[in-house]
C-alpha cells in the first residue's frame, strides 16, 4: 500500500510540485472501477505503455492478471463471465497482441458472453502509412464485436468506455474499444466542453423484467397441458430459473435434458433429469426424444437437429430473451420471448398438473438404467486405463462447491456422461466454438472469481500441450492469493488427438493416421512438480479413485495425469447406419488399432443391451 501511494504521489508531482495531470490511460482504468471492474486479464506491449503505467498506479483498485498469451487473455474474461456473469475485460497491445486475441473472443462471442477488449493502436499521426504493426483493428474485430470503435479525442474516453460496458451487459456480447499510443497519454477529459457536439454518458444498468405477452402464455399452456409426453431440453439461458424450471417438469411430469452449457441448471441426481443430448448425449435423452409429443426448450440454441424429435412429431413451445436465436433449431409452434426465470413463473401458474405420471415413470426408468450402462462401461477393462472411470471416480467424491471445466477433446465425452454433478456445483467449456485451449484458462479465472473454491480442469494432452502447460506458470504467479489452494488439472494422457481420431473413423470412414494425430509422450505429472505443485501420476483404474482423494487434499495446485486407454470409443447414444458404415471402411482400410476399437465398441454397446439378454431379469 505505502509503495502504490508514493508512485501515485510521484506520478502526481513534477519537479517543482505541481500536480500532474491524471490520463485518459488512469481516466478508462477509473472509469472501469466505477462499473465495478476489479480484474483485467492480458499482457504487456508497447502499443499499452500508457495502460501499464496506469495499472501501476491502479494496483489497489485494478488487479492485472499477467498471462502467457493474449489468447488466454480472451478465454479468461471469458471463463469470467460465464461463472459470474459480469463483464469481463481483456487488454492487448497493438498489432500482433490484437490478434491474439480473437479466438477466446469468438468463444465469447458465440456463447454470449460479456466481455469488453481494451486495445492498443499506433499513433495517430502514424495511421494509414503501413506503420509497423499498423493493422486495421476496426475491420478486424467488427465481426467478433457487437461495438468496437476508436478512442480519437480524450473526451471521448468516458461515453466509449460507458457503451461498451452497458452493451456488453445487456446484450451479452464482445465490445472492443482502440486506443492510439498518443491518446491513451494525453490528459484526460472527465467531462466534455458543454458545446454543440459533446456527449454525456453515466455509469449503470438494470435489467429489465422481460416476459411474454399474456396471449402467448396461454397459448404455450394449452400446447403443454394438451399434451401427455411432454420433454424440456434446457441450456445456459436457464442457469438463473433452476427452481422454476424444476417446477415446470413436476407439473408436467416431464424429462430434462440439459445442453452442455445448461448442465448446473439441474443437479444430475435428480431422477428425471436424462442428463446430455446428442454426440455426446444419454440414452435416457435420446429415447424421450424419440418419444415425446411435446418439447419445451428453455435457454438454448443446441444445435443438433437429428437429436430432436422428427418435425411433426411434436409440438414445440420455446423460450429465449433473444428473438434472433429463437425458432432457428426447431420448428416452433409458440415463441415466448423473454427472460427463463420470469417467463416459467408466468407460464408454472398456467399449467395443470398432469396426474397420469407413466410418462415420467418411463424417463425415471431410462435415467436409471443409463446410469447402470454409464458405471458398468466405466468399469470395464482398459489399456492401461479406462478414461470413464477417472471420471466415475470423481464423481464419487466431487465437492459440492466445486466447479468443473473441460476442454474441447475426447475427454469432453467423459466430463459430458461421467461426471455426475450436484446443486451448488458450476461448470463450463466452449460451447458453441468448441476451440481447444479454454480448459485451463477458464479454470484461472474461476479460481480468481472463487478463491475459496475448488477448480477442477479436465484437459486432453492435446489441448494441455498446446497452451495449457504454459498457464500452469500463471498459477504459479498468483496461486499464493488463493486461501483454497484446490485447483486441479486433470491431463488425459493417450498420446492422441483422440476426438479428431473418432471423428475421421465415424464422419469419413478414414483410418486413424499417425502422422497427424500422435501425440509425443511427456510427464505432465514432472512437469507440475517443476513449478513447484504437487504432479500425481496414475495409470490403474483401481488406484485412481484414491488419486482423486489425494488430489483433492493437496495443498498446493495438481496436476493429476492419468494414462489412458485411446481405443475406448465415446459411443453415441444411438449408432445410425451411415455411422457405422463409415467405421466399418475404417477398419477395412487398415486402422492401426482396429482390433482393440472393434472389441471395445462391441463391448460398451453390449452394456445397453444387459437388460434384454436373456436371463437378465
Known amino acids: 500500500m505505502a509503495a502504490a501511494l508514493l508512485r501515485n504521489a510521484i506520478f502526481r508531482s513534477g519537479e517543482k510540485g505541481v500536480t500532474v495531470a491524471e490520463l485518459v490511460a488512469d481516466y478508462v482504468l477509473k472509469r472501469l472501477g466505477e462499473w465495478g471492474v476489479k480484474r483485467i486479464y492480458g499482457y504487456p506491449g508497447d502499443g499499452i505503455n500508457a495502460f501499464l503505467g496506469a495499472l501501476d498506479r ?26 459470474t456473469g459480469e463483464v469481463g475485460v481483456c487488454m492487448a497491445t497493438s498489432g500482433p497482441g490484437a490478434i491474439h486475441l480473437l479466438n477466446g473472443l469468438y468463444d465469447a462471442k458465440l456463447d454470449h ?73 494525453e490528459k484526460a477529459v472527465e467531462s466534455p466542453p458543454r458545446t454543440h457536439g459533446s456527449v454525456y454518458s453515466s455509469v449503470g444498468y438494470a435489467r429489465p423484467r422481460i416476459i411474454p405477452p399474456d396471449t402467448e402464455l396461454d397459448r404455450a399452456a394449452e400446447v403443454l397441458n394438451g399434451a401427455e409426453k411432454v420433454a424440456m431440453l434446457v441450456g445456459q439461458g436457464a442457469l438463473g430459473a433452476s427452481q422454476e424450471v424444476e417446477q415446470t417438469a ?120 443409463w446410469w447402470r450402462i454409464n458405471e458398468d462401461r466405466a468399469m470395464q477393462d482398459a489399456d492401461p486405463m479406462n478414461p470413464q472411470r477417472v471420471v466415475h471416480e470423481l464423481s464419487q467424491r466431487l465437492p459440492d462447491d466445486a466447479i468443473v471445466t473441460a476442454d474441447s477433446g475426447s475427454s469432453t465425452n467423459w466430463w459430458a456422461r461421467q461426471l455426475k454433478l450436484r ?27 472463487y478463491p475459496e473454491r475448488p477448480v477442477i480442469a479436465f484437459v486432453g494432452d492435446g489441448a494441455f500441450q498446446m497452451n495449457g502447460m504454459n498457464e500452469l506458470l500463471t498459477v504459479k504467479r498468483y496461486h499464493e492469493r488463493w486461501p483454497d489452494q484446490r485447483l486441479v488439472i486433470c491431463v488425459f494422457n493417450n498420446q492422441d488427438l483422440n476426438q479428431v481420431t473418432w471423428e475421421q473413423r465415424v464422419l469419413s470412414g478414414d483410418p486413424k493416421y499417425p502422422g497427424t494425430q500422435w501425440l509425443p509422450d511427456f510427464p505432465y505429472a514432472r512437469y507440475a512438480e517443476l513449478a513447484g505443485f504437487k504432479g500425481i501420476y496414475c495409470e490403474n483404474g483401481d488406484q485412481v479413485g484414491d488419486a482423486w482423494q489425494e488430489a483433492l487434499s493437496a495443498d498446493r495446485p495438481v496436476v493429476l495425469e492419468v494414462k489412458v486407454d485411446p481405443e475406448i470409443p465415446p459411443l453415441p447414444p444411438h449408432i445410425r447406419m451411415e455411422q457405422a458404415k463409415k467405421m466399418a471402411e475404417a477398419m477395412v482400410k487398415g486402422d492401426p488399432e482396429r482390433m482393440g476399437v472393434m472389441e471395445k465398441s462391441l463391448l460398451g454397446k453390449l452394456e445397453e443391451l444387459k437388460e434384454s439378454l436373456p436371463g437378465r431379469k
Request: glycine share 8%; hydrophobic share 45%.
Open 423 to 449: 446443486r451448488g456445483n458450476m461448470a463450463s467449456l466452449s460451447g458453441t466454438l468448441a476451440t481447444m485451449g479454454p480448459g485451463v484458462p477458464y479454470a484461472i479465472a474461476a479460481k480468481f472469481a
Open 250 to 369: 413436476d407439473l408436467l411430469g416431464a424429462g430434462v435434458a440439459k445442453a452442455l452449457l445448461g448442465r448446473t441448471v439441474l443437479p444430475d441426481d435428480l431422477p428425471f433429469v436424462t442428463g446430455p443430448i446428442g454426440l455426446l448425449g444419454s440414452t435416457a435423452s435420446y429415447d424421450m426424444m424419440e418419444s415425446c409429443d411435446a418439447l419445451l426448450m428453455v435457454g438454448t440454441s443446441f444445435p443438433y437437429a437429428e437429436w430432436l424429435p422428427k418435425e411433426g412429431q411434436a409440438k414445440c413451445v420455446e423460450i429465449d430473451i433473444k428473438a434472433s436465436m429463437i425458432g432457428i433449431r426447431y420448428p416452433v409452434d409458440v415463441f415466448l420471448i423473454g427472460d427463463a426465470k420470469e417467463t416459467l413463473t408466468e407460464l408454472n401458474g398456467r399449467l395443470k398438473r398432469k396426474e397420469d405420471r407413466a410418462w415420467r415413470e418411463t424417463i425415471e426408468e431410462n435415467v436409471r438404467e
Open 113 to 185: 458472453q460479456p466481455v469488453v477488449a481494451l486495445i492498443g493502436q499506433q499513433k495517430r499521426t502514424s495511421l494509414g502509412v503501413d506503420y509497423q504493426q499498423e493493422v486495421d483493428l476496426q475491420v478486424l474485430f467488427k465481426d467478433v464485436s457487437a461495438y468496437v470503435q476508436y478512442c480519437m479525442e480524450p473526451a471521448q474516453a468516458r461515453q466509449l468506455v460507458d457503451r461498451a460496458m452497458r452493451i456488453a451487459t445487456d446484450e451479452r456480447v464482445v465490445c472492443t474499444i482502440v486506443f492510439p499510443g498518443d491518446v491513451q497519454e
Open 58 to 83: 491502479a494496483q489497489d483498485e485494478v488487479d492485472f492478471i499477467q498471462v502467457r498469451h493474449e489468447e488466454m487473455a480472451a478465454f479468461m474474461a471469458c471463463g469470467h463471465a460465464k461463472f
